[in-house]
T-cell receptor
Framework: DGGITQSPKYLFRKEGQNVTLSCEQN?????MYWYRQDPGQGLRLIYY???????QKGDIAEGYSVSREKKESFPLTVTSAQKNPTAFYLC??????????????FGAGTRLSVL | KQEVTQIPAALSVPEGENLVLNCSFT??????LQWFRQDPGKGLTSLLL?????REQTSGRLNASLDKSSGRSTLYIAASQPGDSATYLC?????????????FGTGTRLQVTL
């Protein structure tokens, strides 16, 4: 079954703690993305990656970090520097960054809350 | 900076009705525009993608149009069904070099009643 798998579905973070959200895809897509969704707001881009070992900051990268060591995986770490981490986090992938038919496919999301 | 607005924020219609959702954007230099559907607590599902050179795309009961010069897109849903109830998001892809950096609207929450 091809698709994007995000885990866990729910995550709780304590003060001062770093937490990592997992995103795995088996679609053989080159590009991957992380978005944050807050109530009443559109999705905002945190980080994106065009290819293995390369990634770029999006619009709200502060307090977050990523890695892209494998094509299939793009984990997001929410660091203690992110003071308002409570949100719904969505991972997406697409065949490439600049292809004409560049539909993004989304995972089911991870809901992060602060204890 | 690109801004995307969706009106209305919420809409309730009886089953069987045809409806139109609106999306407007401030910078007409876009690469493409996508419409997505999001069910509560779930990820997004792509419904239609329109390239900047296209005027419309159709898929089943859905028809999306794009008027780049006026910065507008509409999503037309024919013969609505209760299963269409969801939040509909539009997103514009930036110009060359940032094509996949989507800017999202805040969505229209649709409820189709029996």
């Amino acid at each position: 079954d091809g698709g994007i798998t995000q885990s866990p579905k729910y995550l709780f973070r304590k003060e001062g703690q770093n937490v990592t959200l997992s995103c795995e895809q088996n679609l053989n897509h080159d590009a991957m993305y992380w978005y944050r969704q807050d109530p009443g707001q559109g999705l905002r881009l945190i980080y994106y990656s065009q290819i293995v070992n390369d990634f770029q900051k999006g619009d709200i990268a502060e307090g977050y970090s990523v890695s892209r060591e494998k094509k299939e995986s793009f984990p997001l770490t929410v660091t203690s520097a992110q003071k308002n981490p409570t949100a719904f986090y969505l991972c997406a992938s697409s065949p490439g960054l600049l292809l004409a038919k560049n539909i993004q496919y989304f995972g089911a999301g991870t809901r992060l809350s602060v204890l | 900076k690109q801004e995307v607005t969706q009106i209305p924020a919420a809409l309730s219609v009886p089953e069987g009705e045809n409806l139109v959702l609106n999306c407007s954007f401030t910078d007409s230099a876009i690469y493409n525009l996508q419409w997505f559907r999001q069910d509560p607590g779930k990820g997004l599902t792509s419904l239609l993608l329109i390239q900047s050179s296209q005027r419309e795309q159709t898929s089943g009961r859905l028809n999306a149009s794009l008027d780049k010069s006026s910065g507008r897109s509409t999503l037309y849903i024919a013969a609505s069904q209760p299963g269409d109830s969801a939040t509909y998001l539009c997103a514009v892809g930036g110009d060359t070099g940032t094509a996949s950096k989507l800017t999202f609207g805040t969505g229209t929450r649709l409820q189709v009643t029996l």
